[in-house]
């Protein structure tokens, strides 16, 4: 089970920090996924890390604003987003699966997903 916390409103250039908790034995063990979907668009890849956290992959709009990162022994992934824009309005969505498939097809290879929760940047 994946629950993902930390969205709220903020202006334009501001920061979050989202949150994804796991539970479950094998959570460690697998591949993590960032994902958003704004209103009347299809959800999108947005960063991801390997079960190690020792690879991460961003999506190029999210390149050097944000970075993902994980705690094995919390059970959780994290997004930082820095310098955020309106254009990063959307519900945010973790996931997990595997790493090497995650930015494709908007996430649907992934295995489990947590409720989104909501950023909105303000211009």
């Known amino acids: 089970q994946l629950q993902a916390s930390g969205g709220g409103l903020v202006q334009a250039g501001g920061s979050l920090r989202l949150s994804c908790a796991a539970s479950?034995?094998?959570?460690?063990?697998?591949?993590m996924g960032w994902f958003h979907q704004a209103p009347g668009k299809e959800r999108e890849f947005v960063a991801a890390i390997t079960w190690s956290g020792y690879s991460t992959y961003y999506a190029d709009s999210v390149k050097g604003r944000f970075t993902i990162s994980r705690d094995n022994a919390k059970n959780t992934v994290y997004l930082q987003m820095n310098s955020l824009k309106p254009e990063d309005t959307a519900v945010y969505y973790c996931?997990?699966?595997?790493?090497?498939?995650?930015?494709?097809?908007?996430?649907?290879?992934?295995?489990?997903w947590g409720k989104g929760t909501q950023v909105t940047v303000s211009s």
């Open positions: 479950g034995r094998t959570a460690s063990s697998y591949g």
């Open positions: 996931a997990a699966g595997s790493y090497y498939s995650a930015s494709s097809r908007g996430g649907a290879n992934m295995d489990y």
